[in-house]
Nanobody, 127 residues
Framework: QVQLVESGGGLVQAGGSLRLSCAAS????????MGWFRQAPGKEREFVAA????????YYADSAKGRFTISRDNAKNTLYLQMNSLKPEDTSVYYC????????????????????WGQGTQVTVSS
């Protein structure tokens, strides 16, 4: 089992920035592709961004391109999501997820491919 602990959520005004962090308890953290997903009330969980185990492949939802940046520090077993130019429609519970497959060079954008999930952290963007 891999335990994931998110931090950094909160309340910000539209146009502001926020950085989410996800600490993972995995001795082979670099073997896991990692992703960020979000889920608003009444909606399905949706893909936001993903990164390969090596950190060399990045994937973004159209809604995140140009505003969000996913990164990882394998030495610290930590995943990040830098969110800039936030909009009210970004308001959601954000989840960190890990794919247990050996995915050094790629990452999935499908929620079904992820095996471990954090508890979620609330991000609220006011207008």
């Amino acid at each position: 089992q891999v335990q994931l602990v998110e931090s950094g959520g909160g309340l910000v005004q539209a146009g502001g920035s926020l950085r989410l962090s996800c600490a993972a308890s995995a001795r082979t953290f670099s073997a896991y592709a990692m992703g960020w997903f979000r889920q608003a009330p009444g909606k399905e969980r949706e893909f936001v961004a993903a990164i390969s185990g090596s950190g060399g492949r990045l994937y973004y939802a159209d809604s995140a391109k140009g505003r969000f940046t996913i990164s990882r520090d394998n030495a610290k077993n930590t995943l990040y999501l830098q969110m800039n130019s936030l909009k009210p429609e970004d308001t959601s519970v954000y989840y960190c997820a890990a794919d247990r497959r050996t995915t050094y060079l790629s990452a999935s954008y499908s929620v079904e491919d992820y095996d471990y999930w954090g508890q979620g952290t609330q991000v609220t963007v006011s207008s």
